[in-house]
């Protein structure tokens, strides 16, 4: 055995050993422990008012947030990419702030902002409208943390893509919209697909700046990340806290297994 191939093969065994003990045991932990009682149990604990309704919150924050990503990114990629924008660096650098900022800081940020004495405070008196401790606060806080991720996965393909096409179909006589919808659209899909896989990936996981925005009131402003964490330390429920990190990593799973099944179609492409 040649040494290059003998150390190719110490550092696969070290990458192998170190993603082992950080994520592979402590999953397999939490799986062994969640269905140790056996399924009916961890269906039991699942199926409680409190669960259903943690689970039907992070739906409903993933629903309304993935589409105004999509939206917003979409737009703020083709500004990057296509046009001349006076401060292009710095649209830049606020996209990816999210990457840099820790979302203990976005929630207190927006508690700054919206709570009750924050500059926009008076909108609850005025219009009834509660954002901080309520669903509008956790939308606000979900969509900072994954505002990058459509950008980032769609601003790179139109770069690559140019703009030849874009430009050929304009010269032909097609409208904006019609070069955007038959152009632009089919050629970023895998890009803005992965970006959407990221996005949900990201919103049902994100515990730091929601807890910071929400009341945390069972059935009213808890997701299921918020649920983990009132099972674990305030109702000493260490097995509900198992069975729904179990559900949550379950919907991680399947998100993450479709964007590796995405990103091998994307590939050849």
């Known amino acids: 055995m040649t040494t290059t191939r003998r150390s190719v093969l110490t550092l696969r065994t070290l990458a192998l050993a170190y993603v082992l003990g950080l994520v592979a045991v402590p999953i397999l ?10 399924l009916a149990v961890f269906i039991e604990s699942i199926r409680t008012p409190a669960a259903i309704a943690a689970l039907n919150l992070s739906v409903l924050i993933v629903a309304i947030v993935v589409p105004l990503n999509v939206v917003f990114g979409v737009i703020t990629a083709i500004a990057l990419a296509r046009w001349r924008l ?16 820790s979302p203990i800081v976005v929630g207190v940020s927006l508690i700054m902002l919206w709570g009750a004495s924050g500059w926009f405070g008076g ?3 005025s219009t009834g ?22 950008v980032r996965e769609v601003e790179p393909v139109l770069h690559e893509i140019g703009t030849e096409q874009e430009q050929a179909a304009a010269t032909l006589g097609a409208s904006g919209w019609q ?5 632009t659209v089919p050629a970023i899909r895998w890009g803005l697909t992965y970006g959407v896989v990221l996005t949900v990936a990201r919103a049902l996981g994100e515990f730091g700046a929601v807890i910071m925005v ?8 808890q997701t299921l990340t918020l649920l983990v964490h009132s099972r674990y330390i305030d109702d000493h429920n260490t097995y509900g806290a198992y069975a729904a990190a179990t559900l949550l990593m379950g919907l991680a799973l399947g998100t993450l297994l479709l964007m590796t099944l995405l990103d091998r179609k994307r590939s050849p492409r």
């Open 214 to 221: 929400s009341s945390g009131f069972p059935g009213v402003s």
């Open 123 to 125: 909108l609850q008196s």
């Open 86 to 101: 006076p401060g292009k660096g710095l649209i830049q650098a606020v996209v990816d702030l999210p990457f840099a900022v």
């Open 129 to 150: 409208i509660r954002v901080i401790f309520g669903l509008p606060g956790m939308v606000i806080a979900t969509i900072f943390v994954t505002l990058p991720f459509v």
């Open 179 to 183: 070069t955007f919808w038959r152009i």
């Open 29 to 38: 932990v939490i799986l062994f422990r969640t269905f140790e009682p056996g």
